[in-house]
């Protein structure tokens, strides 16, 4: 698949020239492109480039399962990279609590596996984990800093449902020192969404509250890395509401000394394009193909759950013509190992599903009282 498309930025930045001038837009199907705000323009990938050069933090808004999001967010942090390695990765995608983790990571022995772990990335964060991979692995092999920039899950929803005054002190620790509710246009902005979508009997200013110590949470992030790097400057990887008309994370991590920043949008096939032109939305536009149906990471669709005693995790269900199914696994099933890699936790077999790239292989089972081997091969779902 032609994925890359006309951005791989890295490379353009060096070798193609300037031109005379941007063209106006003419979205091109299937094609990734970008477009400068507000006046629509296609600028070239190392035009973009050489335009964001001097920004201390570039925020690439994202669709969380748009692939082609992805493979643009790499292709700019290897450009920054390429300029100058003083450059640091933010991402919304882990918590406060697992900077230690993000540290090892990067400049220490554990694997990702292990990242996977003790970031609990599955019960904090969920998307598939293939689509931040790439990035990650990056980051690894060249010493880049990752930063991670969210509140804990369980502040965010405890502020939500009973609002800040209710943190303990402890709980107050972890989300950013300032939080600020008084920003008009995104309160105007959140108070459609609420109202539109009913929550119970939850109260508008919770679920405000919340948002903001999302928002501010991840700016003070975004300011305390730079502050202890003042040479370096960060690409923060993030969904696209949290940076689109500047009120969530820029303006907030401006005023903390984030500064100068530029926004990068993602959207696909030019949806909602004449909306975002005319309001003050992003500094560039990125228009790409809409992602595959499939997320990357071949799907099990097994209900399992830990066993108490014994090796392995319990099969509770199976659901029909899935890669469980045509694999041979069947509701009762205890899983021993996959590929010879021991299973003891329902965590171990998400993590193997998610990291293995052998397309074929087996899994150990224990049933009817005996040990018995499948074959599974994740083209089968396909």
Same mark, same amino acid.
């Given at each position: 698949m032609n994925r890359m498309l006309i951005l791989s930025l890295a490379l353009l930045a060096a070798a193609c020239a300037s031109t005379s001038g941007p063209p106006r837009r003419t979205l091109v199907p299937g094609e990734t492109q970008i477009l400068r705000v507000p006046d629509g323009a296609e600028v070239p990938g190392p035009e973009v480039v050489d335009a964001i050069r001097d920004m201390r933090v570039v925020y690439v808004g994202e669709m969380h399962n748009n692939d082609f999001h992805h493979d643009f967010q790499l292709e700019v942090v290897k450009s920054l990279f390429a300029q100058d390695h003083r450059l640091m990765i933010g991402m919304e995608m882990f918590q406060r609590p697992a900077q230690a983790a993000?540290?090892?990571?990067?400049? *220490?022995?554990?694997?990702? =596996?292990? %990242?996977?772990?003790?970031?609990?990335?599955?019960?904090?964060?969920?998307?598939?984990?293939?689509?931040?991979?790439? @990035?990650?692995?990056? =980051? +690894?092999?060249? *010493? @880049? #800093?990752?930063? &991670?920039?969210? &509140? #804990?899950?369980?502040?965010?929803? +405890?502020?939500? +449902?009973?609002?800040?005054?209710? %943190? /303990? #002190?402890?709980?107050r620790t972890q989300i950013a020192e300032e @939080?600020?509710? /008084? @920003?008009?246009?995104?309160? &105007?902005?959140?108070?459609?969404?609420?109202? &539109?979508? #009913?929550?119970?009997?939850?109260k508008f200013e919770h679920f405000y509250e919340a948002q903001c110590v999302w928002e501010d949470t991840m700016a003070e992030s975004v300011a305390l890395a730079l502050e202890a790097r003042p040479d370096h400057r960060m690409v923060v990887l993030v969904g696209g509401g949290h940076v689109q008309r500047r009120y969530g994370i820029p303006v907030r991590a401006e005023r903390r000394g984030a500064e100068p920043y530029s926004i990068l949008l993602g959207t696909i096939d030019g949806d909602h394009l004449d909306e975002y032109l005319v309001g003050d939305y992003a500094d560039w536009l990125v228009i790409t193909p809409r992602a595959p149906k499939e997320p990357p990471t071949p799907r099990l669709r097994v209900r399992i759950e830990a066993g108490e005693g014994g090796e392995g995790v319990f099969v509770k269900s199976v659901m029909d013509g899935s890669l469980a199914d045509l694999a041979g696994l069947k509701a009762g099933d205890r899983i021993l190992s996959a590929n010879g890699t021991t299973i003891t936790s329902p965590e171990d077999v998400r993590i193997f599903v998610t990291l293995n790239e052998e397309p074929k292989g087996t899994i150990r089972v224990f049933r009817d009282g005996q040990?018995?081997?499948?074959?599974?091969?994740?083209?089968?779902?396909?």
């Open positions: 993000l540290d090892e990571f990067v400049f *220490g022995n554990i694997d990702e =596996a292990e %990242l996977l772990r003790r970031s609990e990335y599955f019960s904090r964060w969920g998307w598939d984990y293939r689509y931040y991979r790439e @990035i990650l692995l990056f =980051a +690894k092999r060249n *010493g @880049i #800093p990752l930063v &991670a920039l969210n &509140a #804990p899950t369980e502040v965010r929803r +405890k502020v939500g +449902k009973s609002g800040i005054e209710s %943190l /303990t #002190p402890g709980e @939080i600020d509710t /008084t @920003i008009e246009d995104h309160r &105007a902005f959140l108070k459609e969404i609420f109202d &539109a979508h #009913p929550m119970g009997n939850r040990q018995r081997t499948l074959q599974y091969d994740t083209r089968w779902r396909r």
